[in-house]
DNA sequence: AAACCTCGCAACCGCGACTCT
DNA sequence: GAGAGTCGCGGTTGCGAGGTT
């Protein structure tokens, strides 16, 4: 995001009459201060729900799907705006690319962002990347180029800024806004031998663990075993599936628990699960292979960013383990 | 300076699932 | 059980702002 915040209002009221149907006496497109004020008043009184009657009750003429779309992606106290933190997009990337688009799923571990802003977010930017590679973003060459290079690169902008904003240098920026505001995976180390465990990441474990005993390295990074996944919990919750005989309920948490305090249990729960859940060789993989240099990866822009990504992506298609 | 292009995002639409009567 | 009403999700569109030619 650039940063220019619209507020999606329509501010010439002479227009106001354009928008409505005609039939049915609707209004419709962008939402006029007025409407917003009624809104959230009426909200804010006699709470949230049955939106066709709230919208009747509270005087608008709009849909009560307007209205609650209206309410919950723009004028809910909680909604956060600005811009995608590259914790954020870490956990977008992971997200997706376990679910797909399931963006209301995703925006359940980013508080206060909406999915329609998580879907936007990835329309606009990861598919325009995935277009500038000339490939599809469901391809698997898209989701490996993901996976094994713009993630680790994230993470290593994301150290590289946590870094210089624990010695105090000017470079803390993107990361600071949001911390205390995201979550971390949980692992259940209590888990019985007949259970799977799933973390809100959809990740399946096995009875020891996601994280080995074996730290790896990688460009400039190091996991350090038992670290994350297992240090933290995450608002949410954590569901245990059937896998052979028994079946046991959803353990719920509260979403406003436990959200993440500390930026390396993310990182490293993240990593790990890079590194544990689905491609195990990554790290191996990756030596040598991703330059150490802490540009801006994610904001490819020149023809040589291009080239440079082509170059890496067809490493990664010769190299062959994957 | 004006026309055109690109980007980001709010809002709408269709549809399936769920709830109520 | 059937039909109507409601809700929520994912896909798509339209528009304003800023950049480029």
Redesign the pocket.
């Known amino acids: 995001?650039?940063?220019?915040?619209?507020?999606?209002?329509?501010?010439?009221m002479g227009?106001l009459q354009n928008?409505v149907?005609d039939e049915m006496d609707l209004?419709?497109?962008?939402?006029t201060v007025e409407e917003?004020f009624k809104l959230s008043n009426y909200i804010s009184t006699l709470g949230?729900?049955?939106?066709?009657?709230?919208?009747r009750c509270a005087g608008l003429k709009?849909?009560?799907?307007?209205?609650?779309?209206?309410w919950?992606?723009?004028?809910r106290p909680d909604v956060r705006?600005?811009?995608?933190t590259l914790e954020e997009q870490l956990l977008i990337l992971e997200l997706h690319s376990r679910?797909?688009?399931?963006?209301?799923?995703?925006?359940?571990y980013l508080p206060g962002r909406?999915?329609?802003?998580i879907?936007?977010?990835?329309?606009?930017?990861v598919q325009?990347h995935a277009k500038q590679l000339r490939c599809d973003v469901n391809s698997q060459q898209f989701k490996d180029t993901m996976r094994y290079l713009w993630m680790p690169r994230l993470v290593e902008r994301i150290q590289a800024a946590s870094a210089s904003s624990t010695t105090g240098s000017a470079a803390k920026s993107c990361v600071a806004t949001t911390t205390d505001q995201l979550v971390i995976t949980s692992y259940d180390e209590g888990a019985n031998n007949n259970t799977t465990n799933i973390d809100h990441l959809g990740l399946t474990s096995n009875p020891n663990g996601y994280v080995s005993n074996v730290s790896r390295e990688t460009s400039s990074l190091k996991v350090s075993p038992g670290s994350g996944l297992t240090d933290y919990h995450m608002g949410s919750e954590v569901e245990k599936v059937e896998t052979s005989q028994n079946l046991v309920g959803p353990q719920i948490m509260s979403p406003s628990q436990n959200y993440l305090d500390d930026k390396s249990g993310l990182l490293n729960g993240v990593l790990a699960v890079m590194q544990e859940e689905s491609y195990p060789n990554l790290f191996e993989n990756m030596n040598g292979m991703i330059p150490s240099y802490s540009d801006s990866f994610w904001n490819i822009g020149s023809d040589e960013d291009f080239w440079l990504l082509q170059q890496q992506q067809q490493q990664l298609l010769n190299h062959g383990s994957f």
């Open positions: 995001m650039d940063g220019k915040i619209r507020l999606g209002i329509n501010k010439n227009d928008n149907d209004r419709r497109g962008p939402w917003d949230e729900g049955r939106w066709n009657s709230l919208a709009r849909t009560g799907k307007s209205c609650r779309l209206r919950l992606n723009y004028l705006r600005g811009n995608i679910w797909g688009n399931r963006w209301s799923k995703i925006a359940q909406t999915d329609n802003e879907k936007n977010y990835w329309r606009t930017r325009k």
